[in-house]
């Protein structure tokens, strides 16, 4: 892999995200993403010199709640979008990590 | 060569909230699957997740007590994974800025002896973080069944220094920063609910070298003696791949604790390293902790386990064996202040409890983790025996026979002793004549007081003492078989 740094490991990116491509579509996608990072590296420009780093676009902190508890789902509502389930829980392939 | 082990522990410890870390989905143990939901949880489109007050509080809470620097300012990531315990695949955690930067945990090594108490020492923590708890998986055959009641749970990760360096000490590390977090109230560390669980970094490097050996993550420590077997086997595993050179190394890998064949074991072929691509998450705002709040949660602190240990030695003049039972359970060292208020006699009391008081309570098959629940002896009861002790109104002996009734029915001990006439004798006539009998009968611890042996009287106490049934004052007793045998 060449160390360009608005080039994409097409193969890594694509294990991380769990998804299966095709040649076209790796080579489609690669030169998508190295085009989203030259986009980024326009941000690398401007000048931050003595700004604070935000976690967020809005100077708004402590959105909080008091501990009280609200009405939930029930176990059919919870599962309604699993497409195998057994004794009210979601079936999976086995994955021991 | 002579190796030495390099250990930190990771633990992560539930808290005990009503509602979830990001929505107020309701919080609980042993529910029926997947009851326990709701949009958030189960992460439908267009849920917003909402911080917990009171998970936060309860973490600055730990952080304060464990002498943390609490952040002025902290926020949110995601920590992004591909595994069905998560339905949004990724975990809200905190990667670069925790709650709690910092701290230490003040732990005791074991002493010479059982009654003599051992070496402190501070184990240096890196952080405490606050994240979600993740959903429960089920293995079987072939497949994975999965329940999100415990998923969005919150979460605090305590993370130690590689500053522990035996199984001893982090066992050591594990039993004080329970018993403290127990003292805060903040959780009920039940090991066996998962409640608490400890992962372990372990490496062993040739003793005086200063650079950590390859770092082995032992998972599944899942209890306290798990921990302090998983991680001697490892030690030993460790250093015995060390000592056979050519070849053998150790590999750098996540393995787990067998606990029933008593053994670790390597979890994952290591095709990729984990790359969780943290990144803040856009749903949540950071936290601002103020000095205000901080400084009214830490006025509120319970007393330290160990300071108040220290301070039951000195004020009360306790030995050190009977502090290491009250002291790392605060109601029970609560419960024992309670009685000395009412009656200052600290010792009898002491005793009372540790020895009486908590023999019953297990045998009454008590949850030992919280023996005092549903205990029917009040401090102040408590107080009064010890009170009816010293006002010569009962033997100790006749009051251990009191404290059972009273653990049994919950009857004052004044009631107790005055229904079953258990009132210790005082009557000189009664006691002198029952002396002269217990004199006529045994002539030879007789024969062997006058010859000049002190101890045969003991002999003589006995018989008197179970001729009244231990009611009798055993001081009178004594005077009055020495005035006979004159």
Not at chain 2, 174 to 186: A, C, E, K, M, Q
Not at chain 2, 451 to 479: E, S
Request: hydrophobic share 35%; net charge negative; proline share 5%.
């Amino acid at each position: 892999m060449a160390e360009d740094k608005n080039s994409i490991d097409i193969d890594y990116v694509a294990n991380l995200a769990r998804i299966d491509l095709s040649q076209e579509e790796k080579d489609r996608f690669q030169k998508q993403l190295g085009d989203v990072l030259v986009y980024f590296e326009k941000l690398s420009a401007v000048d931050v010199e003595g700004v604070e780093p935000m976690a967020h676009p809005f100077p708004v902190y402590n959105v909080l709640e008091e501990d009280v508890v609200e009405e939930g789902f029930t176990a059919e509502e919870a599962l309604m979008n699993a497409k195998h389930q057994r004794n009210n829980q979601v079936i999976v392939p086995k994955v021991v990590e | 060569m002579e190796y030495e082990a390099v250990i930190g522990l990771e633990v992560h410890v539930q808290l005990k909230t009503q509602s979830k870390m990001f929505t107020r989905a309701r919080c609980a143990y042993g529910e029926a699957p997947n009851t326990l939901t709701n949009p958030v949880v189960m992460a439908l489109p267009g849920a917003l997740p909402v911080m917990n007050k009171e998970a936060i509080r309860k973490t600055v809470q730990v952080g304060l007590m464990l002498g943390c620097e609490i952040a002025q300012s902290c926020k949110w990531d995601r920590k992004n994974y591909f595994y069905p315990d998560s339905p949004k695949n990724y975990q809200i955690s905190q990667y670069d800025q925790p709650i709690c930067d910092g701290g230490f945990v003040e732990i005791e090594m074991p002493g010479p002896s059982r009654n003599v108490m051992g070496e402190h020492r501070k184990v240096k923590l890196t952080r405490i973080h606050l994240e979600e708890d993740v959903g429960k998986l089920t293995h079987y055959d072939g497949e994975s069944l999965v329940d999100y009641n415990r998923a969005g749970r919150p979460l605090i990760e305590i993370v130690s220094e590689p500053d522990l360096f035996s199984a001893d000490e982090a066992f050591a590390y594990l039993t004080s920063l329970r018993t403290h977090l127990l003292y805060l109230g903040v959780s009920d560390c039940d090991m066996e609910k998962g409640q608490l669980r400890c992962d372990a970094n372990i490496s062993v490097r040739p003793k005086g070298q200063k650079e950590l050996g390859v770092k082995v993550e032992i998972k599944n420590l899942n209890s306290i003696s798990g921990v302090r077997n998983g991680i001697t086997y490892e030690i030993k595993r460790q250093i015995a791949l060390c000592q056979k050179g050519e070849g053998a190394s150790i590999v750098q890998e996540t393995r787990s604790w067998d606990a029933d064949k008593g053994i670790t074991f390597s979890m994952r072929s290591k095709e990729m390293a984990h790359d969780y691509r943290y990144f803040p998450d856009p749903d949540l705002m950071p936290v601002r902790v103020s000095e205000e709040i901080k400084k009214t949660l830490a006025d509120a602190l319970p007393e330290r386990p160990f300071a108040k240990q220290e301070r039951f030695m000195k004020e009360y003049n306790l030995p050190y064996t009977i502090t290491s039972v009250l002291c790392p359970d605060k109601a029970l060292s609560d419960y024992f202040e309670s009685a000395v208020k009412a009656h200052n006699n600290p010792k009898a009391i002491a005793n009372f409890i540790a020895n009486d008081l908590l023999r019953e309570l297990s045998n009454a098959g008590c949850d030992m983790a919280h023996p005092l629940e549903g205990c029917k002896i009040q401090p102040e009861a408590l107080a009064e025996l010890a009170k009816l002790v010293d006002e010569g109104m009962i033997s100790k002996q006749i009051a251990q026979d009191v404290l059972v009734i009273m653990f049994e029915t919950g009857d004052a001990p004044e009631k107790i002793v005055e229904e079953k006439g258990l009132k210790q004798s005082s009557d000189t006539g009664e006691l002198e004549s029952i002396c002269s009998e217990v004199i006529a009968n045994n002539p030879k611890p007789v024969q062997e007081f006058k010859d000049g042996k002190d101890t045969a009287i003991n002999a003589l106490k006995g018989q008197v003492m179970k001729a009244t049934k231990g009611k009798a004052n055993p001081k009178m007793v004594d005077d009055i078989l020495r005035k006979l045998l004159s």
